[in-house]
């Protein structure tokens, strides 16, 4: 089946974008009158409603990395990667019930000033500098590159830098609007995202029941994947034994069975979800049940996405395995778009619709956080102390304009080599060693009043130590069966602990010695925040909420455990 897209797809396409851009407008004029309001810009103080708070937490999580990586992950692991998605969800219920009250009976805007708040000036400085360093050249990097790749693909082959820039600008434009305007075009985004993640995946189910005897039939084909592909319907990789093949260890290289439970996925989820600019500025702008509400409904919304990002890989298995998928190339990174080839003229618009809104929601929330950390931490405190809300809100528009700049130049010939090692990986190897370290710190610092800013320091730079020894040099040093870990051989000659594992044994040291050091303080910091009971009280449509989220998560992992 011909992959280029015809007349009718382009058309889908252009109608996405003139309803988004029309849209980001109208929201635009209605808070011209705010234009110049710091806060309104930076986070829309007050006007975000839960359904938008929640469609744009999404809208901002869910990109080409997912799209692409996410589904390749399903072709290789199966049903396993769901466990980053569902985990997730209960990631957001702690957020929603601890950590975001902490945020706002503190008046915390940004990362890095709750850093300052809790420790000191100095720790917030390194990681506002950090953090942009990260958004900008790896985050922003990497979902431009693959997104440009993704649909380049699509498109013929030949359009790579014009849909790079396209990409780029589409998301600069709704990006100048402020916060307000990306968090309500990411209503549309996400609800294009999933309709056409849905559309997606339904096809696919159908061609394989199709391609095994059972007509255009969805049901069927679900059952086919169930029959054809048993192990990728469990929850659990088995830990290798001595007669396992290579396979099966590198899949438990990349998902450690119970072991990814018991370590890493926890941290992973917990600091992106609770400690992370990009997304908590969506929710602090709002009051305690608007945001906490917003939050659960993202919660909500995260259990289907194994269903948009993942079932695709999974068909994609199947019908690779039976002879049915002779497109597919590069692997299972390939899994998503080969899927795709299969939509018929109009869908595969619907199609490039979900992935550019995916694509672009994420670029415009990234710039979003990049520009209101450089304006409030950075340039408002050490460059232009004395800017007015105007000078601040212009600032923050030059600093969008930069690094979207900034973003194009180093993916343009891929410079940073984003393509050889794969944007998730790529993610994943330059966040996942501080990690570790950044989570020890807001944890115990919103926690325990005795925590300390030398404790703080010891906890990023320990955590990054740490993260680095146990991935790429514990094995040599240590050996590869000690009572810590268990390393496997990798395929490439050398032995690896799992990843997620790794992350788990950073954190447990960083925390231990982070309350060695602060014991050496007082035993009440200066500095510690305030906490009482009232916090933490919900509400009886947030226990509901709550109750549906775990009892869905229940159900699922009984089914597929």
């Not at 319907?233 to 099966?248: G, H, V, Y």
């Not at 050996?479 to 810590?484: A, I, P, Q, S």
């Amino acid at each position: 089946m011909n992959q280029n897209l015809a007349f009718a797809d382009y058309a889908v396409f252009i109608i996405y974008f003139i309803v988004v851009s029309s849209y980001g407008y109208t929201i635009y004029r209605k808070r011209k009158k705010d234009e110049h309001d710091a806060k309104a810009y930076f986070l829309a103080e007050g006007t975000l409603t839960w359904w938008a708070i929640g469609a744009s937490l999404i809208a901002s999580n869910i990109s080409a990395e997912q799209f692409i990586g996410m589904s390749g992950e399903g072709f290789f692991l199966g049903i396993a990667v769901a466990a980053y998605e569902w985990v997730a969800a209960i990631a957001l219920i702690i957020v929603a019930v601890w950590f975001i009250p902490v945020y706002l009976k503190n008046k915390i805007y940004t990362m890095p000033q709750f850093l300052k708040t809790r420790y000191n000036e100095s720790t917030a400085l390194i990681m506002a500098v950090f953090w942009l360093f990260l958004y900008v050249f790896v985050n922003l990097t990497s979902i431009l590159y693959l997104g440009a790749v993704a649909i380049n693909g699509m498109a013929g082959g030949e359009y790579l830098h014009f849909i790079m820039i396209g990409l780029a600008a589409f998301a600069l434009i709704i990006s100048l609007g402020g916060m307000k305007v990306v968090a309500y075009t990411d209503v549309i985004q996400v609800a294009v995202l999933i309709i056409g993640g849905l559309v997606t995946s339904y096809i696919a189910l159908t061609t394989v029941g199709e391609r095994f005897g059972f007509g255009q039939d969805a049901i069927a084909g679900f059952k086919v994947l169930l029959n054809e592909a048993p192990e990728h319907f469990k929850m659990i990789i088995p830990e290798p034994t001595a007669a396992s093949s290579q396979l099966e260890i590198n899949k438990y290289l990349t998902f450690p069975g119970v072991m990814a439970y018991l370590a890493g996925i926890w941290i992973i989820n917990l600091n992106y979800w609770g400690c992370n600019q990009y997304i908590t500025q969506r929710a602090l702008g709002a009051d305690l049940q608007t945001a906490r509400t917003g939050i659960l409904f993202a919660g909500i919304l995260k259990l289907m996405m194994p269903i948009i990002v993942m079932l695709p890989g999974i068909a994609a298995y199947v019908l690779y395995t039976n002879g049915h998928l002779p497109q597919l190339v590069g692997g299972k990174d390939g899994a998503y778009s080969a899927v795709l080839t299969f939509l018929p003229t109009g869908l595969k618009g619907l199609s490039v619709a979900a992935l550019t809104a995916a694509i672009v929601a994420s670029l415009a929330g990234k710039v979003n956080s990049i520009s209101t950390i450089y304006t409030l931490d950075i340039h408002k405190k050490y460059i232009q102390k004395t800017a007015g809300d105007k000078q601040l809100v212009n600032i923050g528009r030059f600093a969008i304009f930069a690094a979207i700049f900034l973003a194009i130049l180093f993916t343009w010939d891929d410079t940073l080599g984003i393509g050889s090692v794969g944007g998730f990986t790529y993610i994943q190897k330059y966040t996942g060693f501080i990690s570790p370290g950044v989570f020890a710190m807001f944890f115990l610092g919103m926690f325990w009043k005795r925590t300390t800013g030398a404790a703080a320091v010891v906890g990023v730079l320990a955590g990054f130590f740490l993260s680095v020894f146990f991935n790429e040099m514990a094995p040599a040093v240590l050996g590869n069966e000690t009572f810590l870990y268990t390393a496997y051989s990798n395929g490439k000659g050398g032995f690896e602990i799992p990843f997620l594992i790794c992350m788990g044994l950073s954190f447990f040291f960083t925390m231990l010695l982070m309350i060695v050091v602060s014991f050496a303080g007082p035993k009440v910091n200066p500095k510690a925040f305030e906490l009482d009971t009232e916090m933490f009280k919900l509400k009886p449509q947030t226990t509901v909420l709550i109750v549906i989220t775990l009892l869905i998560i229940a159900a699922l992992y009984v089914k597929f455990w």
